[in-house]
């Protein structure tokens, strides 16, 4: 079983940059293919991007394309999301989740493990 941890984030204004990271631990972390996910207030939880187990594939929500970056690093058991041009709307709070391969990869009942997350608040 796969822990993750989630940090970086925090308050930027719109426009702004921030980095979020999430740290596994407990599990083969090349075997997952690993998402992000965010949820704001009063508001389901809405899949975010995901990255397939070697980083040759990833996918965005229409919102973030263009402006969020999944990667990830295997030798160190994390995953990144990059994001640019940050606007009000992109707050929430930010988790990343391990998918041993249930598809579709954009479906957060496909995941089993996840993060505490971690709170972005853009402000405009």
């Known amino acids: 079983q796969v822990q993750l941890v989630e940090s970086g984030g925090g308050l930027v204004q719109a426009g702004g940059s921030l980095s979020l990271s999430c740290a596994a631990s407990?599990?083969?972390?090349?075997?997952?293919?690993m998402g992000w996910f965010r949820q704001a207030p009063g508001k389901e939880r809405e899949f975010v991007a995901f990255i397939s187990w070697s980083g040759g594939r990833t996918y965005y929500t229409d919102s973030v394309k263009g402006r969020l970056t999944i990667s990830r690093d295997n030798a160190k058991n994390t995953v990144y999301l990059q994001m640019n041009s940050l606007k009000p709307e992109d707050t929430a709070v930010y988790y990343c989740?391990?998918?041993?391969?249930?598809?579709?990869?954009?479906?957060?009942?496909?995941?089993?493990?996840w993060g505490q997350g971690t709170q972005l608040t853009v402000s405009s």
């Open positions: 989740a391990a998918n041993p391969g249930f598809q579709p990869y954009t479906e957060k009942r496909n995941y089993p493990y």
């Open positions: 407990g599990g083969t972390f090349s075997g997952y293919t």
